[in-house]
């Protein structure tokens, strides 16, 4: 196998001499916000107006980035979500008033809100320096795509589409994209193949694919402090 050693960590703590083991870090933000120091690491991830900026080719509905005290104003249904963290649910909204948010949560907390649209399936796609290192049957109908039988399902036409998709994205100048990242993809009723949302890899569920392959992108999100590029650094996780 790759011959990596697994740290589980149980507290918020890492034990000593961690980051002297050029760690690679996969678990919750909550997680990564409060050893990221210890570990002396930056954790790569795409930008909250990523989505939001992705060519209306690749996304296919209407998406914006706002606050949470512009998205309590609006009078229409939206699908409504926190950009870092499960601060409320992510869902549609009747419009703004229906969210009830906690109101602890700051109103200029940053948060995307989307035309809505139904997904009919959704795939998981671990991509590595803008290649398809391993993708996943995710969603279907709303519900995780797997059986009783703990098998991620797909039909070889709906691989297919997903390949074509994720590949049609990763193939476009007009795209940014971190060196490593998830990319989930999906078939929207009405609209065809597109975007669903992208983020870290260091924090997505593996869901079907395989371990072996997702371990380079998840090495390659987690840089040593001292090593940042200048490439890199617009992709820095910033807490706070």
Known sequence: MAGW???RLRSFRCPDG????DPVFYGETILADA????LEIALLEPTADWL??????????NVHLTTLQDALTLREPAFIKPTDEKLFPARVYADGAAMDPDPRLPLDL????SEPVVFEVEFRCFVLERQVAALSPYIRSGE????????WEADSAEVHAASASIRAVLADADVD???????DVGRM?????????ANPAWASGLCGCDPARVLPVLQRTTVPRGMVSEADRRWVRRVG
Do not use: K
Request: overall charge positive.
């Open 5 to 7: 050693d697994i740290e």
């Open 110 to 113: 940053p948060v995307l809100v």
């Open 18 to 21: 961690l980051a002297a083991r």
């Open 177 to 183: 994209l971190p060196p490593a990242v998830v990319v």
């Open 52 to 61: 939001p900026r992705l060519p209306q080719r690749h996304r296919l509905r």
């Open 35 to 38: 050893i990221m120091d210890d």
């Open 144 to 151: 995780i795509a797997r059986t009783a039988a703990g098998e």
């Open 189 to 197: 009723a009405g609209r065809g193949w597109g975007v669903v949302e």
